[in-house]
């Protein structure tokens, strides 16, 4: 059977702004982090790897907040004005980052933006779904592709403007404005003939808390959970500290550090373009099991992988092309694993599952983020903390292996 052309409409480019916009102001500070650890008094070859850690766990822990929260917001208000507010709430969070004066006074600047962060990761994906019911799957991962736009736009644009002198203040500045502005896409009154398709029931606590009651009874739930944790940390862990880990291990501007970062995005937009486009509801296991099976070989190559051995254009060649291929395995774990899921429990709410899936693949972030800073911190290497990466995905394996287990004996979810 033929399978219908893909169509977009002024929503779908919305949802794209703010995967781009959310991607690109995650990650402007991990590719600046370096230089704002000199100013503002962690700098990461003294120490200061763990403090540059948890300033994304910080942000992860109101994003967690937010997340459990937002379903009810949205309930509320809609999704359309909830993807608006919370584009604008962390938009609002970035630019008041570029005024901090210490690393004490950045923490909760932070935290303003990972509370609008968490609204996003909670709402985008269901927001998606609801624009297109009939292949979800195909959606979702296209829309997912943008927050690898993001991490290239920001190597682009944050790391080639500091490497040419521009203070990381202008440039997370001028970041935070984009984002607000952005926000109209969802904010602009609606044309009449093609609002947003919003769910007309309105829940409230008692509604909420039997829908999750229902959710935590699935141990399918738990084990996507899992997944998640492990994935989402193999990812955001990789790509929070790549930049820093070629800027301090082969001792290259900040520009170069950023081309690495990009080099991942650009793999990950592809795969998740790729994946999005062939997926179907009996291939997002697949899909995720050979991509892990690909990425650990080529995430544990990069530890072993260090100036002086070969010629530098050979070393670098090398470098890209790994950090490429590794952006391209590890691009369909987050949406993939919450379709998986969603689509294997469909008698649960899709929209709350999205949301919790959401709020056990944040705290995977900030931890693996946390905690490579801290093992970089022990050893004295970022090198040696690649390791937790294919480490991670050997768990991640572990719980798509079992689930596949499970589907193959005919046992309930």
Request: hydrophobic share 50%; charged share 15%.
């Amino acid at each position: 059977m033929s399978r219908k052309p893909l169509k977009f409409g002024r929503y779908d480019v919305a949802s794209y702004s703010a995967f781009t916009m959310y991607s690109v102001c995650s990650l402007a500070i991990p590719l600046m982090i370096v230089a704002m650890g000199k100013d503002l008094g962690f700098p990461l070859d003294k120490g200061g790897m763990s403090a540059g850690g948890l300033l994304h766990a910080a942000r992860c822990s109101l994003m967690i907040a937010a997340l459990i929260l937002c379903s009810l917001i949205a309930s509320r208000i809609g999704k359309r004005l909830t993807m608006g507010f919370c584009v604008l709430f962390f938009g609002a969070g970035i630019t008041a980052c570029s005024f901090s004066v210490n690393y004490w006074m950045l923490l909760p600047c932070l935290v303003l933006v990972g509370f609008g962060e968490g609204i996003c990761e909670g709402i985008a994906t269901p927001f998606i779904q609801d624009l297109h019911s009939d292949a979800p799957e195909r959606y979702v991962n296209i829309g997912h592709a943008f927050w690898s736009v993001g991490i290239l736009a920001a190597v682009i644009f944050a790391s080639g403007l500091l490497a040419l002198g521009v203070s990381w203040r202008t440039i997370l500045c001028s970041l935070g404005v984009l984002s607000m502005i952005s926000s109209l896409f969802f904010l602009w009154k609606e044309n009449p003939k093609k609002k947003y398709p919003e769910t007309k029931d309105k829940i409230d606590l008692k509604v909420l808390w039997e829908r999750t009651c229902l959710i935590l009874k699935q141990k399918c739930f738990w084990r996507c959970c899992g997944a998640m944790f492990f994935g989402a940390g193999a990812e955001f862990g990789l790509t929070f500290w790549s930049a820093a880990y070629i800027e301090l291990t082969f001792k290259t501007s900040v520009f170069v550090a950023g081309l690495g970062t990009g080099a991942i995005a650009v793999g990950m937009f592809i795969g998740r373009t790729f994946f999005g486009y062939i997926a179907k509801p009996e291939r997002l296991r697949y899909i995720n099991l050979y991509a892990t099976l690909a990425t650990i070989p080529l995430s544990l190559a990069l530890v072993f992988l260090k100036p002086g051995v070969l010629p530098n254009w050979m070393t670098f060649t090398i470098l890209f092309v790994l950090l490429f291929l590794c952006g391209l395995g590890i691009a369909p774990y987050w949406p993939t694993t919450q379709v998986f899921g969603v689509q294997k429990m469909p008698h649960c709410d899709s929209t709350l599952l999205y949301i919790y899936f959401s709020a056990l693949g944040v705290p995977g972030c900030g931890f693996f983020s946390w905690f490579m800073g801290y093992m970089g911190d022990k050893l004295g290497d970022l090198r040696a903390t690649i390791l937790v990466v294919p480490c991670s995905l050997v768990v991640f394996i572990c719980f798509t292996f079992y689930e596949g287990w499970l589907s193959r004996s005919n046992k309930k979810c």
